[in-house]
């Protein structure tokens, strides 16, 4: 019989050979050695190792024929699954979430693939996470072996654009529709929405570049038109890793929590404040100015609700001069602040530190707020930590466990936010900022940004 490995072995043989776009291959000719399509090279493997024709049509390979013969040549699994599985096939068909074009590649049972992938990068090795796929497929009478070492947790990545309904809208969009045209490839309207004609514009950049050619906005096409507000996250979000990664790692250790959670969290919170000062100043002082949240009542409800309920509480006179000289360092960053600052004299921060610790807390953690120890890295990591144990703790089901899923991960999330965290919705839990986004959604989104660095 033959077996999973034995496709992923003929796959390999062919790493480094040509790529075009639509090729023609001869699946009889044993020798062929390129240019290839993804279809066809997928189609081609499995025809000379096996001697079954799946996905063809004619003299032609296509991942929509790939999707219709799924049913009586393989059995779908899961990207999961795939991904653990030598030989298995990942799979994307064309219409899948709006992306008119599909794709095909072999994993390599190790969270990989090997694949004809694009004009740049030929047959090649690649990765599985950070890519949109609908499921996996295994070929019937093919043995295949699993990694069960291997523990995959695909998700669909963050900031992928594409054509659905409603229509996806975002900044980043009208961004990228500014590049495509001062290139001559966009002529329509600019504005954050990503309809049909963008995605046109899109493939057409993809094609030109070299790129996999599915008219996505997505990570590798937004690098190449060097869309500003995508590549400034990683470049945030690389500082952050460079600079606190050993520190986080101590103190996450024992816990079911990883770097990319902090991380995101660290960008959620105080992202907007700390990413524009990024070698403009110190680090101590970076972190000193990460400070927040002037709501008073009725819009809180925790204390302080304002200013006089403070002045009642002990020590909240030298707090309320502290409060207040945190919102003019922020100020110096951001301008809404800084107005505040100078002309609503009892206005005062609420927020402290990269991770944001609120001060209703001061009235059981006087010192860390009397103090001024927000700026500590190493306290304000620890502190972060401590909070997402016990928002696990108020997820039932997560109670005790030593490992989580990042899916686990963001609900925690969402909890260490609100309190609570409904495991059976979604990710839209949680504050909810102007442009309409919940807290899980953005932390889940910065997360997969993280891990990809």
Known sequence: MNTGKQLLEAAGKHIGEKYVFGAIVPFENAG???PWDCAEFISWIVYQVTGIKIGIRGLEAYTGYWAKDAAAFCKKITVNEASQTYGAIVFRSPGYKGIKIGHIAFSDGKGGTVEAKSAREGVCESTIDGRAWEYGLLINGVDYETNSKLVADYHIPPLNFYVKSPLMKHAIVEDAKKRLSRLNLYHGVINEVYDEETAKAVANYQNIKGLVVDGVLGKDTLRSLQVRQYTSIEKNMLWFKENFEAKIKAKLSG???????????????????????IGKTTVDDLLMCCT????DAPN????PTNKAALLAHPDGDKMFLIAREALKNVGRWEAAYKKLYDTKPDKFCRGYGIFQYDLQFFKTNPGFFLNKEWGNIDKVIEMAVNELKAAQKRIPSYRGKTTLTVTEQIYVAIAYNKGTADITKDFKQGYRNDAGKYYGELVYEYYLLASAL
Do not use: N
């Open 292 to 295: 927040g949240d002037t709501l």
């Open 255 to 277: 816990t079911p929590f990883d770097l990319y959670l902090i991380m995101a969290i660290a960008y959620q919170e105080t992202g907007y404040v700390w990413s524009k000062m």
């Open 300 to 303: 809180r409800s925790a204390f």
């Open 32 to 34: 062929y050695k390129g």
